[in-house]
């Protein structure tokens, strides 16, 4: 109840972004855009990797006549499990990076909403994240 009402209070004269503030947001932006492009590159990778460890695997696998471990499940199981992890990561990445895009331009602007925008996204990126902490 006492969290509600802290939630519903008008804190606009309380709080303000500072030029420190600002200045800390600002770097924040820049090092999730890094972190989001690392991740998207990563998603990429994945991706290859699923497509090429799924065909080698089943051609080395038709190749020896082995029905190892992987070669009974096939080279499609690799690459429809990696393709799902790349999947399943891209959102928190997409989170990330409209985070720190909204950010940016609500410092250039000095843009309300875009503020808000953002730190909407950042709390999904989080909220992500803890879901899929909880799954593991």
Known sequence: ?????????DFSSAFGI??????FLLEIARWAIFLAIIGFVMIELMVLI??????FIGI??????DAGAFGALGGGFITVLYLFIAGIYAFPVLYLFRFAKQ??????????E???????????????IGVL???F
């Not at 109840?1 to 209070?9: N, Y």
């Open 60 to 65: 080395m696998s038709s190749q020896l006549g």
């Open 114 to 128: 875009a503020l808000s925008s953002s730190f909407e996204n950042l709390k999904s990126h989080y909220k992500f």
């Open 133 to 135: 902490m909880m799954v």
């Open 1 to 9: 109840m006492e969290q509600d009402q802290l939630l519903d209070a």
């Open 18 to 23: 500072t030029p420190d503030i600002r200045a």
């Open 50 to 55: 699923a497509v090429f460890a799924g065909s």
């Open 103 to 112: 950010m940016k331009l609500a410092l250039k602007t000095d843009n309300q």
